[in-house]
């Protein structure tokens, strides 16, 4: 019986241009704990190692100061690190694996697997690892890694990387994962856990219960399911125990809500009260609806003072739709009776139709409203 | 408001004034110059706007003339429902009082009457619309700004419907405009923080480019690379393939090169045998002819020693002819000398006659010259005196004629004064004795005497008379023209040198003499010198001086004669023709015994070659019969024959067993081996070359890659697109904000000048009507954005305000303002006053401006200030009041 932690999708160094200067400072932080905890966790769990199924690192083409921060968090792992090459820092000539910092400052318990030659990673246990090359392989490197391992009972945990053929969708792409050779491995007893990374939500593949993704331990998207997780593998040949442990700290929030009044308003601004980690949580809202632009101005007062709390706070154009028009009382409060009240008016129209003239007119209402109520911009 | 009642007290020059005027229509007010019309228009504004106590300019420009005391001002007024008398004194005892007389009666002073009376017109009364519309004196030709007086706007407004809206719109516009201002020039060109944002913007997408583009480039070499580590792999193995398949093939080629090299060996023997029997031939046609050469130098040895025989003989001959040869050029060469000896004797006697006769020319030469030198001097010197006579002679044609000149004017002169004299004769009847000029004078009786009076002459004739006899006026004139025509003769003559005019005529005549002989003397000088200087003339004598002292006969006889000359040239002449005849002969016998001389030497050469030919024949008939002896005792000529048949035989054998070689391999086999060999060679370094090139491309793309890889590019990517991402966003609001400043501020606008035109509508209209009166029906006007006349329309006609009459300009003016005072009359209005206007108005005019006038104050209070009643004369509801003209003022002092 083996005891290992199975991770991927580190993406050590990863950036998010949606994060201001100091969010993306504690972000990139963040993952460099991720990996800590995960040594943590290896080591209370007492496993036997770990190995991290590919884009270790987010890019090829990081900073030495990324590279040397990334392994001496690898370091801290108190078991053997087995690192796999994946589509993000292929094992190719730029390869960050192959780099002056890595090969220098590489700590005695980090390895990268080079090849698919199974390493015997305890008495009687091996590794497979199908590293990625190039970004683009031509041919499914898992099924590969395994076509000539024979069934002599050795434990064998294969390490992969991409896309499994009965969730991609797209089927022109080479480099799928075939379910099918995996789980005939499987059945061989050639092999007998299958480890991948690629996929940043955890997910446990086809009915064998012995093919997981791990998801990324630290969330990098808003539309990642359950991530923020690491999985402890329990494995002998006839079992395999598979338990999630939460390593992730980062929160990616969509939220989509409608607007029509004031109180609406006032029901996002306890939504926004209610997120915990502030710091650490990025919100990327879908508004629709209609606001008066005495509401719209406490809007984006609320989004205003919630941008300076959040890690990050954006208005999702693409699902938004958000119609900006005075209300009755905002032109009560206007007072105009003249000239302006008939451009008051004209301007009502245009923003009434829609379009991008009717958004210009919108925020031309709203300066209108800001002038004549005294607001300051 | 209205004006009911104006009191003026120890103001300016006017010591006391009261004017009530009428509550509705024209109030005139007529009065001289100075009585105070345009004072009293004056005090109503100093009451409503300055304190008591002010000391404002135009409230110390309003002291009273001539006595100590404070200028005041009352006025009766009613506004917004109260009536009101106001006063104020300034200067002295300052003091205000407001007495509100209803509905509710109160009365405030001080401080708190100037405050409330301001906070009571603010609230109803606009005073700047009622100082606009006031027109004092020289102020009617301009047109009124309307345009920002509230009362105009409001009642504007409300005639066209509330267009304007409240006041705070008006600021509306300014606020967008300042917003708009912030983002684009109002032409719409963007300015600098959307300029700034645009070009960061520009800056961080292109920053994301060139990012990409360099992260682009790398993933290009990683493919490049991998390329290269696929093609390497694929090439390796095809180079050792090569390598080894050029091995074998020049293994081959070296094989078929032996084979090919034992066929050559066997062809150098045939070769080499065939040339051993060639050379065992040639050895016994060799020996054949060593013994036929041995005959033939036998035979040349004879007939050398024949030729010596006869060679010697020829050379005793040529020997004996050589002797007499050379004794017949001795002779003739002593001919020839004896003959030259006698031609350079007659020579020499030729050349010394020639001397004599040369030295004879030069001393007559001599002679010639010494005699011209005597003649030149002597003349030279004649010359001389008499320029110097020349010189002082100072008579010219010239000055002769000025003597005669002068000498005729003299003798005409004398003439006219001789005859104009007077004479007086004296007859004496008996003896008398007087005194004339004082000279005593005895005049016999019965003589006569004449005397001519030159100028005046005094006859005493005795004590008791004296007679004095002057010449006339006449007279005297001539007299003098006498005397001044004889001191020119006299001038004349003393610059000439000379006492008269004979004198002058004497001295021409030796100057004339003077230069005729002078021209002969110098024509005479040319004639001696010949055409040169004296100079020359010295140089030439000693010249031939010299000539004659080097002859060294210090006395030249006499010259040869001709004769004596041509004899000694002829017997010169002979003398060398019989020396040339004698060397002729000389050169004859000399050439005649080189010729017997050269005959001799080839005879003697011939003697010697002849036996050097004899030596040399010899010589070659011992060596041959030496070789021949040499060859025969190393082989015999049997010897000789037999081995010349063996190698023959051996060379047949050698070419049979090359022949039989050659036929077993292929002339092209060896060409196509090395053929191959070579081709899979240079195949072996090609491909060698190409791994080595790619190898050596992928070490420096790994290298490349290597260093690319840890410059951290990803980061610099995210870092520029978090950057851009921020700019952009930046930027849209920066746009959008543009935008709908621009747009808000556009349709301000738009609307604002829409209310504009329609709140001016109701001003044209009742401008238009009150001008109808007076311009007729087809009156029509054009107003501006202050709501001022901007052009006027007679009869479709349009006219510029710039080129409308003075008397037109006022007329509209005064038209404007009551047109004005018409809109604003329904809120209250204000009273219009109007001071000394229409002075540019014609009658016809002025009848038609009372009907306008007339109009008008059937709405609002009208006040005219005029000097000139006549005129409003047909203002006939007016309420007329009258200035009396202040005491001390003359009535027809100018104002």
């Not at chain 2, 060294?552 to 006499?558: E, H, Y």
Request: with cysteine; net charge negative; hydrophobic share 45%.
């Amino acid at each position: 019986m083996v005891r290992f932690v199975h991770t991927a999708d580190w993406q050590l160094g990863m950036s998010r241009h949606f994060l201001d200067t100091d969010a993306q400072a504690r972000f990139t932080a963040a993952r460099m704990d991720a990996v800590r905890r995960i040594g943590t966790l290896a080591e209370a769990q007492r496993c036997d190692f770990v190995v991290v199924c590919g884009d270790v690192f987010e890019s090829n083409h990081l900073s030495r100061q990324i590279v040397l921060r990334s392994l001496e968090a690898m370091a801290a792992v108190p078991v053997p690190v087995f690192l796999l090459p994946g589509n993000h820092d292929p094992l190719d000539a730029s390869s960050v694996f192959r780099s002056e910092p890595f090969r220098t400052h590489r700590p005695p318990n980090v390895h990268v697997l080079v090849g698919a030659e199974p390493i015997e990673v305890v008495p009687g246990v091996a590794l497979v690892g199908a590293p990625w090359r190039s970004k683009r392989p031509g041919s499914d490197l898992v099924a590969a890694a395994v076509a000539e391992l024979p069934a002599d009972g050795t434990l064998r945990v294969v390490a992969g990387h991409g896309a499994v053929d009965v969730m991609s969708p797209d089927r022109t792409d080479p480099a799928r994962v075939a379910l099918g050779s995996v789980e005939a491995a499987l059945a061989d007893g050639r092999v007998h856990f299958v480890a991948l990374g690629d996929r940043h939500s955890r997910t446990d593949v086809g009915g064998s219960g012995r093919v997981w993704y791990s998801g990324t331990p630290e969330p990098t998207d808003f539309d990642e399911v359950d991530p923020g997780l690491a999985l402890v593998v329990e494995l002998d040949a006839g079992s395999c125990d598979v338990t999630t442990h939460r390593v992730g700290t980062w929160h990616f929030v969509e939220h989509r809500t409608e607007l029509v009044d004031g109180a609406a308003v006032t029901q996002l601004g306890r939504w926004f009260e209610s997120l915990p980690d502030k710091e650490r949580t990025a919100v990327r809202l879908s508004l629709i609806g209609t606001l008066g632009l005495e509401d719209h101005s406490a809007l984006l007062e609320l989004l205003d003072h919630q941008a300076q709390l959040l890690a990050s706070v954006q208005r999702w154009a693409k699902r938004s739709d958000l119609v900006v028009l005075p209300s009755d009382d905002d032109l009560g409060r206007l007072d105009l009776h003249g000239f302006a009240a008939r451009a008051c008016d004209e301007l009502v129209s245009m923003a009434a139709a829609g379009g991008e003239p009717g958004a210009v007119a919108a925020d031309a209402l709203a300066l209108l409203h800001r002038l004549a109520t005294g607001r300051a911009a | 408001m209205r004006l009911h009642r104006l009191s003026l007290r120890s103001y300016r020059g006017v010591a006391s004034c009261d004017l009530t005027f009428a509550e509705h229509g024209i109030t005139v007010v007529e009065g001289d110059n100075e009585a105070g019309k345009s004072s009293a228009a004056e005090a109503l504004h100093l009451l409503l706007e300055y304190r008591d106590d002010s000391s404002h300019r135009r409230v110390q420009a309003v002291k009273p003339l001539h006595h100590d005391a404070g200028a005041e001002v009352e006025a009766e007024l009613s506004a917004d429902g109260l009536r009101f008398t106001y006063r104020k004194r300034w200067h002295r005892d300052h003091s205000t009082q407001l007495r509100i007389t209803g509905p509710r009666p109160e009365v405030v002073t001080g401080r708190a009457a100037h405050d409330r009376v301001r906070e009571l017109l603010a609230q109803s009364v606009d005073l700047e619309l009622w100082r606009a519309l006031s027109a004092p004196q020289g102020a009617a030709l301009e047109r009124p700004e309307l345009r920002d007086h509230p009362s105009v706007v409001a009642a504007l407004d409300q005639a066209a419907g509330g267009a304007l809206g409240t006041p705070g719109e008006s600021d509306l516009v300014e606020r967008a405009s300042s917003e708009a201002g912030r983002w684009a020039t109002p032409l719409g060109r963007p300015k600098a923080p959307l300029v700034d944002l645009r070009r960061r913007a520009a800056d961080a997408d292109r920053s994301v480019a060139e990012h990409q583009a360099a992260i682009e480039a790398l993933d290009a070499d990683v493919t490049w690379c991998a390329d290269l580590e696929r093609r390497v792999a694929d090439l390796a193995p095809r180079s050792e393939a090569l390598a080894l398949a050029a091995s074998v093939a020049a293994a081959e080629a070296v094989e078929v090169r032996e084979r090919h090299a034992e066929v050559e060996n066997l062809a150098v023997a045939a070769r080499l045998a065939a040339s051993e029997a060639v050379v065992a031939g040639t050895g016994v046609a060799g020996r054949a002819a060593l013994v036929a050469g041995v005959e033939a130098a036998e035979a040349a040895t004879l007939l050398a020693g024949r030729a010596v025989d006869a060679a010697d003989r020829a050379a005793e001959v040529s020997a004996a002819e050589l002797s007499d040869a050379v004794a017949a050029a001795a002779a003739a060469a002593g001919e020839a000398e004896a003959a030259a000896a006698a031609a350079a004797a007659t020579e020499a006697v030729h050349l010394e006659l020639r001397r004599a006769a040369a030295t004879a020319q030069v001393a007559s030469q001599l002679a010639e010259l010494e005699s011209a030198l005597g003649v030149v001097g002597r003349l030279r010197a004649d010359i001389a005196r008499d320029e110097q006579a020349l010189a002082a002679n100072p008579s010219s044609p010239d000055a002769l004629a000025a003597v005669q000149e002068a000498h005729d004017e003299a003798l005409k002169a004398e003439a006219a004064a001789a005859a104009a004299r007077p004479t007086v004769r004296l007859e004496a009847l008996r003896h008398l004795d007087v005194l004339l000029d004082g000279e005593p004078e005895a005049i016999g009786a019965g003589a006569t005497t004449d005397h001519v009076v030159a100028d005046r002459l005094v006859i005493e004739l005795s004590e008791h008379v004296r007679v004095t006899v002057a010449a006339g006026a006449a007279a005297g004139v001539l007299e003098a023209r006498h005397r001044q025509a004889r001191q020119v003769l006299v001038d004349r003559c003393e610059r000439l040198g000379v006492d008269d005019l004979q004198h002058a005529r004497l001295l021409e005549d030796e100057r004339r003499a003077l230069v005729t002989r002078l021209s002969s003397q110098r024509a005479g000088l040319g004639d001696a010198l010949g055409g040169r200087q004296v100079g020359d003339l010295v140089h030439l004598v000693d010249q031939a001086r010299q000539e004659l002292a080097a002859t060294g006969s210090p006395a030249p006889g006499p010259a040869p004669t001709a004769e004596a000359l041509e004899a000694a040239r002829a017997r010169w002449e002979d003398a060398c023709q019989r020396s040339r005849l004698a060397c002729r002969a000389s050169d004859r016998a000399a050439d005649q015994a080189a010729v017997a001389e050269g005959s001799a030497r080839r005879l003697r050469q011939a003697q010697e070659h002849a036996d050097a030919g004899l030596a040399v024949a010899r010589g070659d008939l011992r060596q041959r019969l030496d070789r021949l002896g040499a060859a025969r005792a190393s082989t015999p000529d049997a010897a000789l024959v037999d081995a010349a048949a063996a190698a023959t035989v051996h060379a047949r054998v050698a070419d049979g067993a090359w022949r039989e070689a050659a036929a077993q391999v292929d002339d092209g086999e060896l060409q196509r081996a090395l053929q191959t060999a070579q081709r899979a060679a240079v195949e072996r370094d090609g491909a060698a070359r190409a791994l080595a090139e790619l190898r050596e491309d992928l070490a420096g793309i790994r290298s490349r890659l290597q260093l690319q890889g840890e410059g951290g590019l990803h980061e610099r990517l995210a870092e520029a697109r978090r950057l851009a991402t921020a700019v952009a966003a930046e930027l849209r609001s920066a746009e959008e904000r543009a935008a709908a400043s621009a747009l808000l501020l556009a349709t301000l606008t738009r609307h604002r000048d829409e209310a504009a035109r329609a709140y001016g509508a109701p001003m044209r209209a009742e401008l238009e009507r009150l001008g109808a009166l007076v311009f007729g029906d087809d009156f029509a006007v054009e107003l501006d954005d202050e709501l001022r006349i901007s052009r006027r329309i007679l009869g479709g006609d349009p006219v510029p305000w710039s080129e409308l009459s003075v008397g037109a300009r006022e007329q509209l003016s005064v038209l404007s303002r009551l047109a004005a005072a018409v809109i604003v009359s329904a809120d209250g209005g204000v009273p219009v006053v109007f001071d000394d206007v229409l002075g540019f108005t014609d009658p016809g005019r002025l009848e038609r401006m009372a009907a306008a006038f007339a109009d008008a104050a059937g709405r609002c209070q009208i006040i005219v200030l005029t000097c000139e009643p006549s005129r409003y004369r047909h203002l006939a509801r007016a309420t007329t009041l009258s200035l009396a003209r202040p005491r001390g003022v003359p009535a027809r002092q100018a104002g």
